[in-house]
Every structure is written in C-alpha cells, then in structure tokens.
C-alpha cells in the first residue's frame, strides 16, 4: 500500500512565525502535491512537483513555499504565517502511469495561525 | 482541464443504492474519470477510476456513456459509514478538486 505521511496531525503557530510542513512518501512516487481545504472550499492545489528540485506553482501559491531536495520528501513552507493560513493541509503523491493519475493523500495536518 | 458538476449533497438510507452523477461537459480525449471519498479530518481516498463504459470494484461502480460527458458513480446498498464527501475529478494530471457531493446516510 502506498503510504502518505505528514509530520504533524495539529499544530499551532503566531502570525508572522515560519511554518514547514513535512511530507514523505514511499512509493517512489516522481509527482508531489500540496493542497489546502477550507470549508465550502473544496480542496485547492498550492504547489506541486514532477520531480526533485522542481516546483510548480499550484492555484493559490501566494504566501507560501516549497522544497524538493529528494524525490520521497515534498515541504511546505509559510515563510511568515498569517492567520488566513489557518486551513487544513493536504499533501498527496502520484505516478503517472499511461495518462492515468491517482492520487494518495496523506492524513492532513490542521493548522492553526493565531 | 475539464470542469466538474456534481450535487452538494444527497441524503440515503442504510441499505438503499446511491447513485451520485457528475457532468463534464469539455472533457478531453485522454482525460480519466476518478472518484475520492473524504471523511473528515482525513485526507481523500481513491475509490475508482475510468475512462468509458463501466468500471466495477469491490467498492462501487462507474458507468460513463459513450460520449463521456457525464458518470456516475454507483454505491450498493450503502451503510452509516459511507457517509464521506465524494469528489469527481476529470484529468490526466493535476486534478482539480471541486466541493464534492456530500452524501449523508441515515439509519
């Protein structure tokens, strides 16, 4: 089974504070995602990955960041958190095999920006 | 990559069938049908994907007309724990994630 971990469940952090947010995976996995869902929302893409040391700029990419340093391991950073970035965080991973995608999620981590 | 339009949200019986239909109307040509199921606080789960006709697991099925502008995904005889937030998503990559349906499953 192909396995999405995330480093936190929870967490809590002051405005202007810089947030990472881990994600690892173990299926060897070239396209990494980073997702935030707000109620009413849906789910929307911030940035995304094909590769190591690549990086693409998702719907919502504004106040945040990323790093690809090895395929397995995609990061999220809030460089000066603000309290509009309280959501939930979603990162998924995919290989894209003949044109057919599927994504697997981690368990999300909730944060909050006070 | 193609829009989606499913329902918000539908109300089911234990047991009953449910049938959640998505349309697509500018899907393209090498674009996939997929279905996630979301519960809350945990991240969607891939339950089944297509590109025409049907498609059945041991989940659910996805019937998807000739023209592919529309599918429906089909859950038999539901329970109180499929009650989930299901998502349509058409693509080969970068998926776009709408509201999705949430479907609420009564005893």
């Known amino acids: 089974d192909v396995k999405v971990t995330q480093s936190s469940r929870y967490l809590v952090k002051r405005t202007g504070e810089k947030v990472f947010l881990e994600c690892v995976q173990d299926?060897?996995?070239?396209?990494m995602f980073w997702y935030r869902q707000d109620p009413g929302l849906g789910l929307r893409l911030i940035y995304f990955s094909y590769d190591v040391k690549m990086k693409e700029k998702g719907d919502i990419p504004e106040g945040y960041s990323v790093s690809r340093e090895k395929k397995e391991r995609f990061s999220l950073i809030l460089e000066s958190a603000s309290t509009n970035q309280t959501s939930m965080y979603l990162c998924?991973?995919?290989?894209?095999?003949?044109?057919?995608?599927?994504?697997?999620f981690g368990p999300g981590t909730r944060l909050l920006v006070l | 990559l193609a829009k989606t339009t499913q329902p918000i949200s539908m109300d089911s019986y234990e047991g009953q069938e449910v049938n959640i239909t998505c349309s697509h109307n500018n899907i393209a040509t090498n674009d996939y049908i997929t279905w996630y199921q979301q519960f809350p606080s945990q991240g969607p789960r891939f339950i089944i994907q297509?590109?025409?006709t049907k498609v059945t697991n041991e989940v659910a099925s996805l019937f998807i007309p000739a023209d592919r502008k529309s599918s429906t995904l089909s859950l038999p005889r539901v329970s109180l724990s499929d009650t989930a937030v299901y998502y349509c998503l058409v693509g080969a990559d970068k998926l776009i994630f709408g509201t999705g349906t949430r479907l609420q499953v009564f005893p």
């Open positions: 998924a991973s995919s290989s894209l095999t003949a044109g057919q995608e599927t994504q697997y």
């Open positions: 299926m060897d996995h070239e396209n």
């Open positions: 297509g590109y025409k």
